[in-house]
């Protein structure tokens, strides 16, 4: 689907909010953004662009959801599924993205978002990344982007990454940069598969998708986006990046990182920026839920009958795990707490609950944390290990940090008092105070 649909579908519906006087993309965008949040934002004029900007689009699991037509249950297996199952997207030759092609590339045409008084400069920070090895094949990724001239950014890449080995194998990549994207795109861009798969293929199993070729660079890009920046981004060729706010919501340092030369730009004639509030909501459930499946399976394959995985947004939807499953053993809890690490890596505290727990409130979490938990014999404390660049107590460089599972479960043989909640009688309200 076309973004720009998608907001007009909300506006029908009355789910989104319109701004029609005029603001700035200088700190006043992401100012209503945080204040309204979640509530969708629609800006239709801005003071330095053409371009209308929208945000807070997908904050929660709620609107990923309904965009989807599914319940948040449905979720993880549908992702899952779609990882397992992926299929090539349409290849189409009119593209919405390229129904411009701007002759000159300038940057300061388009309303690149000032978020903080703290940040370096003007961020991308909802773009997807397109690039290629010749190897691997192609790879969708995020990567944040500060604009520092007319037509060069200066782009954040974590050591580790597919982006980052292309760049170290190869010494310059070709990419684009594709900006206002939907959930397809979005979703399977953020998942954590082996190098090698096309993430495209996992958004067009999620939902039908068209690609296209993009115009200067050998790439396959989804043809339904609202603005494509292509470039190359050259390993050696550095320059200061940031200040800027990450995940957790702390102001990350300045690096020197590889710089993004932008030799065209190309969108929808009535292309929508997408903006994302770095460190707040959106950019947690985009981050965070599409590593549910995988903790999800690596918990399942350990035969335990696991029922939802939940990154918290109290974690920063990165560092933090609720886990629900249906207990059968009495080792269920810490195998399951062994098993979700594997699956999530950069997890520092993970916690299991029994499916009478909604892992989605931090008051049941809470209460059966308090109730059913004993610390000396159900804390797993796992020696140091590499956790979280993104976690600013980690020991700098190493990533250094102590891990533990906490297993809140109930006992299967209860010698003593009850581990359940007491229900109270369930009436129908009308029978006693309507008409």
């Known amino acids: 689907m076309i973004l720009e649909d998608y907001i007009k579908k909300l506006r029908k519906n009355g789910k989104i909010t319109t701004v029609s006087r005029s603001i700035s993309k200088n700190l006043e965008i992401a100012g209503v953004l945080k204040t309204l949040e979640p509530e969708p934002v629609l800006f239709e004029n801005v003071k330095e662009s053409e371009f209308r900007v929208a945000g807070n689009l997908f904050c929660n699991k709620?609107?990923?959801?309904?965009?989807?037509?599914?319940?948040?249950?449905?979720?993880?297996?549908?992702?899952?599924?779609a990882i397992e199952n992926r299929s090539k997207p349409e290849q189409t030759e009119n593209a919405p993205c390229q129904e411009v092609i701007e002759e000159k590339v300038d940057l300061d045409k388009i309303p690149i978002l000032f978020h903080n008084?703290?940040?370096?400069?003007?961020?991308?920070?909802?773009s997807v990344v397109v690039a290629a090895?010749?190897?691997?094949?192609?790879?969708?990724?995020?990567h944040r982007a500060m604009q520092f001239s007319k037509d060069k950014m200066v782009t954040r890449i974590v050591r580790g990454r597919d982006?980052?080995?292309?760049?170290?194998?190869?010494?310059?990549?070709?990419?684009?940069?594709?900006?206002?994207?939907?959930?397809?795109?979005?979703?399977?861009?953020?998942?954590?598969?082996?190098?090698?798969?096309?993430?495209?293929?996992?958004?067009?199993?999620?939902?039908?998708?068209?690609?296209?070729k993009a115009k200067t660079v050998d790439l396959m890009i989804p043809a339904d986006c609202e603005f494509v920046l292509e470039g190359r981004v050259v390993l050696d060729e550095k320059h200061d990046e940031g200040p800027f706010i990450d995940l957790t919501e702390t102001v990350d340092v300045v690096r020197q990182e590889p710089i993004f030369e932008v030799k065209k730009i190309t969108h929808r004639k009535t292309a929508i920026w997408q903006g994302l509030l770095p460190g707040r909501s959106e950019h947690k459930i985009l981050m965070g839920m599409p590593r549910e499946p995988t903790v999800f399976k690596k918990i399942k394959d350990r035969g335990i009958d696991v029922r939802d995985v939940y990154l918290t947004p109290g974690g920063?939807?990165?560092?933090?795990?609720?886990?629900?499953?249906k207990k059968k053993n009495d080792d269920d809890g810490i195998q399951a707490l062994e098993a979700a690490f594997a699956g999530h890596k950069s997890a520092k505290h993970i916690w299991v609950f029994d499916d009478d727990i909604d892992i989605y409130s931090d008051e049941e979490r809470e209460w059966a944390m308090a109730t059913r938990f004993q610390a000396d014999v159900d804390l797993l404390i796992k020696d140091p290990e590499p956790g979280s660049s993104l976690d600013?107590?980690?020991?700098?460089?190493?990533?250094?940090?102590t891990k533990c599972g906490f297993d809140c479960t109930k006992v299967l043989d209860s010698k003593g008092k009850s581990f359940s909640k007491a229900k109270f009688p369930e009436v129908d309200l009308k029978k006693f105070l309507g008409d």
């Open 133 to 142: 090895d010749p190897e691997y094949g192609q790879n969708l990724d995020f």
């Open 392 to 401: 600013p107590s980690a020991e700098p460089g190493t990533k250094m940090t």
């Open 62 to 81: 709620m609107q990923i959801s309904d965009y989807f037509g599914i319940t948040t249950e449905q979720i993880i297996p549908t992702l899952a599924n």
């Open 316 to 325: 920063a939807s990165w560092l933090h795990v609720a886990v629900k499953i």
């Open 163 to 212: 982006f980052h080995k292309f760049l170290e194998r190869n010494g310059e990549v070709d990419v684009a940069f594709c900006i206002g994207n939907t959930p397809e795109v979005l979703v399977a861009a953020a998942t954590s598969v082996e190098t090698g798969i096309n993430e495209l293929e996992i958004a067009n199993a999620l939902s039908p998708i068209r690609v296209t």
């Open 117 to 126: 008084k703290v940040d370096g400069g003007p961020y991308i920070s909802s």
